[in-house]
């Protein structure tokens, strides 16, 4: 079936350190591939996405690049800030047909310190 | 362009009561999903609605059901709730036949407690 895969949390990082969420899918098609974020007490918002292999989905100074490879969707920024403490979700969906269901991860929680 | 908007933001019920949660998609959206989120999980898909019909259902019992109007709005209805009914319930559109329909946009969610 479909799936996905994330580090478990929380990550604690301080402010300007680098991050890395990791993300592995498994899918049976050609899925396209998101990060969602979820600040406390509100809905998800979309962060980036990246639609076939190779591509790298990019915002805020957050990146993760498709890797068929290694069936991989990482989430990485270069100096994260209080203000990203969040959680963050990885999510795949299969389009066929005009069926888009998204599948997500369990959801990495991020805390950053100053 | 106003986004996904969902109502109430908060509810409170008891065991076997039925709840009624509403959807306003995002402007130019014609399909509806939600998701149900449990505490420190991730969403789950429960269906996804399009020109008025259910076109997809995750795995959820049939005490889950919803509707589509003719302006693309949605609701949610859960009878004889249960005390594992308490979550987070996001609604997401988005715009399948136009090349891009694999991105959806939630709203703000609806948080449920079951007493």
């Known amino acids: 079936g479909n799936s996905v895969t994330q580090m478990e949390g929380p990550v604690t990082l301080s402010e300007e350190a680098f991050l890395t969420i990791n993300c592995t899918y498994t899918?049976?098609?050609?899925?396209?591939l998101f990060w969602y974020v979820q600040y406390p007490g509100e809905g998800l918002q979309l962060l980036l996405k990246a639609t076939k292999a190779d591509d790298k989905g990019s915002n805020k100074g957050f990146e993760a690049t498709y890797r068929k490879e290694t069936t991989s969707f990482h989430l990485e920024k270069g100096s994260v800030q209080v203000s990203d403490s969040a959680v963050y979700f990885c999510a795949l969906v299969l389009v066929s047909g005009g069926y888009n269901k998204l599948i997500f991860g369990a959801g990495t929680r991020l805390a950053v310190h100053p | 362009d106003a986004g996904v908007t969902q109502s109430p933001t908060h509810l409170i019920k008891t065991r076997g009561q039925q709840v009624t949660l509403r959807c306003s998609p995002k402007?130019?959206?014609?399909?509806v999903s939600w998701y149900q989120q449990a505490l420190g999980q991730g969403p789950q898909f429960i269906f996804q609605?399009?020109?008025?019909?259910?076109?997809q259902r995750g795995n959820f019992p049939d005490r889950f059901s919803g509707h589509q109007f003719p302006n693309y709005s949605s609701e949610l209805n859960v009878n004889a709730l249960l005390l594992g009914d308490s979550a987070l319930y996001l609604c997401?559109?988005?715009?399948?036949?136009?090349?891009?329909?694999?991105?959806?946009?939630f709203g703000p969610g609806t948080r449920l407690t079951v007493l």
């Open positions: 402007s130019g959206h014609d399909t």
């Open positions: 997401a559109s988005s715009l399948v036949l136009a090349g891009g329909g694999d991105t959806q946009y």
């Open positions: 609605y399009y020109e008025e019909e259910e076109r």
């Open positions: 899918a049976t098609g050609y899925p396209s």
